[in-house]
T-cell receptor, first 115, second 111 residues
Framework: EAGVTQFPSHSVIEKGQTVTLRCDPI?????LYWYRRVMGKEIKFLLH????????ESGMPNNRFLAERTGGTYSTLKVQPAELEDSGVYFC?????????????FGQGTRLTVV | DQQVKQNSPSLSVQEGRISILNCDYT??????FLWYKKYPAEGPTFLIS?????DKNEDGRFTVFLNKSAKHLSLHIVPSQPGDSAVYFC??????????FGKGTRLHILP
């Protein structure tokens, strides 16, 4: 069974540009989460999808961040325009049951560097 | 304001000895606590958890202890092995809510 996959693994962009991160969850997992880790700091929650609906987006930093989950399958996280402080590692996780974090599987992350 | 705190950025332990990783939290509404392990260039993987109604949970070499009055939990690894070298994240959640992570502790197992 394929795990959670994220693309790209690395992205280097200039300030002001747009970047789109993609996450393919494990098949059948209705719950999809986005997290971000800025270097040396905690992994911070960004938002939670249940199927195609945003269940909780309280962690989204500002309106430069837009997340979508087309048809309840893969998800994209777009940053437009990117700022220097957006640099970090963006993780995606999926789980079958809501609130069952013991069965939440993480992707390898996308390392975003804004220069 | 950090709700989950891991005050030791790193820890070095001799192979075969016990590793103890500590974590403090501030929100008394948390009812579930988890530990994740992370290797470089990989995502975190779930290691062990404990419900707030328990004070100990054991799984092989890993044991998590919860002291609710002190709002403190710890992860014990015994005996420590070279493959245990990784970053360990403490995390907490309320039922059906998002996970709140700490900053992580980097564990080095020395030969």
């Amino acid at each position: 069974e394929a795990g959670v996959t994220q693309f790209p693994s690395h992205s280097v962009i200039e300030k002001g540009q747009t970047v789109t991160l993609r996450c393919d969850p494990i098949s059948g997992h209705d719950n999809l989460y986005w997290y971000r880790r800025v270097m040396g700091k905690e992994i911070k929650f960004l938002l939670h999808f249940v199927k195609e609906s945003k269940q909780d987006e309280s962690g989204m930093p500002n309106n430069r961040f837009l997340a979508e989950r087309t048809g309840g399958t893969y998800s994209t996280l777009k940053v437009q325009p990117a700022e220097l402080e957006d640099s970090g590692v963006y993780f995606c996780a999926s789980s079958r049951l809501r609130g069952d974090h013991t069965e939440a599987f993480f992707g390898q992350g996308t390392r975003l560097t804004v220069v | 304001d950090q709700q989950v705190k891991q005050n030791s950025p790193s820890l070095s332990v001799q192979e075969g000895r016990i590793s103890i990783l500590n974590c403090d939290y501030t929100n008394s509404m948390f009812d579930y606590f988890l530990w994740y392990k992370k290797y470089p260039a990989e995502g975190p993987t779930f290691l062990i958890s404990i419900s707030s109604i328990k004070d100990k949970n054991e799984d092989g070499r890993f044991t998590v202890f919860l002291n609710k009055s002190a709002k403190h939990l710890s992860l014990h690894i015994v005996p420590s092995q070279p493959g245990d070298s990784a970053v360990y994240f403490c995390a907490a959640s309320r039922r059906d809510d998002k996970i709140i992570f700490g900053k992580g502790t980097r564990l080095h197992i020395l030969p």
